[in-house]
């Protein structure tokens, strides 16, 4: 089946730029997607389609994709940001939803 | 502004069968640009996709999990549920269900999630 890695954690300072990757097989030909999720709540959805923003987020996130990985950028990283950023991709080989292991923003 | 709601024990015995339901407001489970997916996650862990249906019926399950789970819809109620069979410690886990829109791959909005453990 599919895999898709993340670095467990990645630290930034406030007002940095915090870049949080995502590997796997040939991903560029996939779609990727991003998740924030806060302690103790539900994930939120903030890139689709590699590098669109929902309505509602702010313009500091990014994404981008090519090759085998996925980058979601923070730019002026806030104590805020702080919390687990998941990629997730639809694996059409097999038919099935690919989370990765997620990554630990931690904001110093 | 569409919202969902997991309901369902919080505590289920090994070997038995844990059931969750999910119920949609602030919109209609039967839209044609809808699916609708239960999503779990172990503590401490990332996201594990359970299953996805329309409100046809058609479902999509995870290979792994897909000899133990049933996933229905009641468009009467704008409701859709879960339930997994034969139950294990290893099923302890915040269930989430989810909105996926039928031209995307994505999930948005996700439910608040409700714990479910697994014990005697």
């Known amino acids: 089946s599919y895999v898709l890695t993340q670095p467990a954690s990645v630290s930034v300072a406030p007002g940095k730029t915090a870049r949080i990757t995502c590997g796997g097989y040939n991903l560029g030909s996939k779609t990727v997607h991003w998740y924030q999720q806060k302690s103790g709540q539900a994930p939120v959805l903030v890139i689709y389609y590699d590098s669109v923003r929902p309505s509602g987020i702010p313009e500091r996130f990014s994404g981008s994709n090519s090759g085998n990985t996925a980058t979601l950028t923070l730019s002026r990283v806030e104590a805020g940001d702080e919390a687990d950023y998941y990629c997730q991709v639809w694996d059409s080989s097999s038919a099935h939803v690919v989370f990765g292991g997620g990554t630990k923003l931690t904001v110093l | ?120």
Do not use: H, M
């Open chain 2, 1 to 120: 502004q569409l919202q969902l709601q997991e309901s369902g024990p919080g505590l289920v015995k090994p070997s038995e069968t844990l059931a969750l339901t999910c119920t949609v407001s602030g919109g209609s489970i039967s839209s044609s640009n809808d699916y609708w997916g239960w999503i779990r996650q172990p503590p401490g862990k990332g996201p594990e996709w359970i299953g996805t249906i329309y409100y046809t019926g058609t479902t999509y399950c995870n290979p792994s999990l897909k000899s133990r789970v049933a996933i229905s819809v009641d468009t009467s109620n704008n409701k859709f549920s879960l339930r997994l069979n034969s139950v294990t410690a290893a099923d302890t886990a915040v269930y989430f269900c989810a909105r996926r829109l039928s031209a995307g791959t994505w999930f948005d909005p996700w439910g608040q999630g409700t714990l479910v453990t697994v014990s005697s």
